[in-house]
């Protein structure tokens, strides 16, 4: 559980959602109006910020942990796994704005 001295960090975390979530609604509403690939590819960059900063808020009450009888040192390489899955999301992004260039190609 994050303690009060743990809450800095959570706070930015969870500013960093909302900022995304609102940058994400703007984007789409405008591909949504301009059928655009440029803005398409910018939501979709958003959504991966989205799943990143929901992922950093979620690693960073893991690593406020204490360390425990498994983990000797605590719980600081849980961060790693944070960094694959914002990897994992940018080429997940990154896929789908080509599929959707290549359709807008052979159907402008």
Known sequence: MLTFKDWPLT???LLSVGVAITTM?????????TKSVGLLSDALESLANLSAALMAVRILTLVAKPPDEDH???HT????????FE?????V????????AVRRLHYP
Do not use: D, N, P, Q
Not at 25 to 33: D, H, N, Q
Not at 87 to 91: P, R, V
């Open 11 to 13: 706070r930015f975390a």
């Open 25 to 33: 609604a703007i984007k789409s509403t405008a591909y949504a109006l």
């Open 72 to 74: 000797a040192y605590g």
């Open 77 to 84: 390489k849980a961060e790693y796994f944070s960094s694959l």
């Open 87 to 91: 990897g994992s999301m940018i080429l």
């Open 93 to 100: 992004a990154a896929a789908s704005i080509v599929v959707t």
